[in-house]
């Protein structure tokens, strides 16, 4: 009998993937011999596992997600006269071709383009730059005619490297409710969402847009992801209290670690962040202005490998920071405020209640700093 549940186990696994794989035909005789990207475009930090698409690799094909331990997907093509790229995806993904120019010169990506379960011929030319590609399938369609409706809300960049400026958030959230109401079940819509987080931060009205979904949406993989980040970031916004954090075994950060200053101030960084490092001594300075004051410094450092931690460990050292670090080892800090990006700073207060969530601005923090003191 447990011989049969295991044989019906892989006839049932085999459907779904059968179900759900792609296939790209894809050919570009001017990058023969030459390298593409294909992948997930500009991710936030800890957003990264919801795009989630498999390639079968080969001597042309490589996994350069796997390769640099990121957590989104993105593959490296050999480019030969013929391409075939056979995968596995679970949901509709927003994807697109890039190529990296000699050192310096920078990067050409191609226009985002969506990937889903199906068969696809792709004939890129030489300039990929900003190229919109015409791919006729349902999800694209659905994309390419609600960003079109979406351009009222925009206004033109006059540059192909520059993004379009959001007009307000506002007015477009609300137009995007009502196109959930319509297509409840809309995956391009969601993304919608995910790609707005990601250009221009937190917003209210996108919980209240997540909600329109139907029920049954509501049950897949992608919405609980995307819900579960949004909820952790409206529960530590302004006037909430930040959540006990457990960085390992033997180093937490609770409400006790607040009552014994007025104030708190955290910094969340990483190495690999260029304006974090730069911003340091500023962060050494506030420490000196506001250390007599009863006001508490923390840095909390996102790194887990041993490596990453030395080098965080002499970053400290050479900027004289003489405050308490922690390292966030099991990514709990990360996951339960939502931390997208670096540099991140918290103000708390006493009570453990939020005062201030500010990314990237020492100027500000000092401003609120010293308000509340006053």
Same mark, same amino acid.
């Given at each position: 009998?447990?011989?049969?549940h295991y044989v019906l186990l892989i006839l049932i696994s085999n459907f ?56 989104? @997907? ?18 509709? !993904? ?56 979406? +351009? ?9 490297? !520059? ?69 952790? +970031? ?20 609770? @409400? ?32 000196? +202005? ?13 790194? !887990? ?35 997208? @990006? ?31 003191? !006053?």
């Open positions: 009998m447990k011989k049969f779904i993937y059968s179900q759900n794989n792609f296939e790209i035909d894809f050919s570009s005789n001017s990058y023969i011999n030459d390298s593409l990207m294909f992948g997930a475009p500009m991710t936030r930090n800890g957003f990264g596992d919801l795009y989630t698409f498999k390639i079968q690799t080969n001597q042309n094909i490589s996994d350069f997600g796997k390769k640099f331990k990121t957590d989104h @997907s993105i593959y490296y093509f050999k480019i030969q006269k013929k391409n075939i790229v056979n995968g596995f995806i679970e949901y509709p !993904q927003p994807v697109a071709f890039s190529y990296i120019r000699k050192k310096g010169e920078g990067v050409y990506n191609t226009k985002i383009f969506f990937l889903e379960k199906g068969i696809y011929k792709i004939d890129l030319p030489q300039n990929i730059n900003n190229l919109e590609l015409n791919i006729d399938s349902p999800t694209n369609k659905e994309y390419k005619d609600l960003q079109k409706t979406l +351009e009222q809300f925009y206004i033109k960049s006059k540059g192909s490297h !520059q993004r379009d400026s959001l007009i307000n958030m506002e007015k477009k959230q609300q137009f995007l409710g009502e196109y959930i109401r319509k297509n409840p079940n809309s995956y391009v819509a969601l993304w919608e969402i995910v790609n707005d987080y990601t250009l221009e931060n937190y917003h209210p009205a996108y919980l209240k847009n997540l909600n329109l979904f139907s029920a049954k949406f509501k049950q897949n993989k992608l919405y609980k992801g995307v819900e579960a980040r949004l909820k952790a +970031e409206q529960s530590t916004s302004i006037g909430q209290k930040i959540p006990d954090i457990y960085f390992d075994q033997e180093n937490k950060l609770t @409400s006790e670690d607040f009552k014994k200053y007025k104030l708190t101030f955290i910094d969340y960084w990483s190495t690999t962040c260029a304006p974090c490092i730069k911003s340091m001594p500023e962060v050494v300075k506030l420490y000196h +202005e506001y250390k007599g004051q009863n006001v508490n410094f923390i840095t909390i450092t996102d790194e !887990q490998k041993l490596n990453r931690m030395e080098v965080a460990k002499n970053i400290l050292k050479k900027n004289n920071a003489s405050w308490v670090n922690f390292f966030d080892t099991n990514k709990d800090f990360q996951k339960k405020v939502n931390a997208t @990006s670096y540099p991140l700073h918290f103000i708390i207060d006493e009570n453990g209640k939020i005062i201030a969530r500010i990314s990237n601005s020492i100027e500000e923090a000092r401003t609120v700093i010293k308000e509340y003191l !006053q």
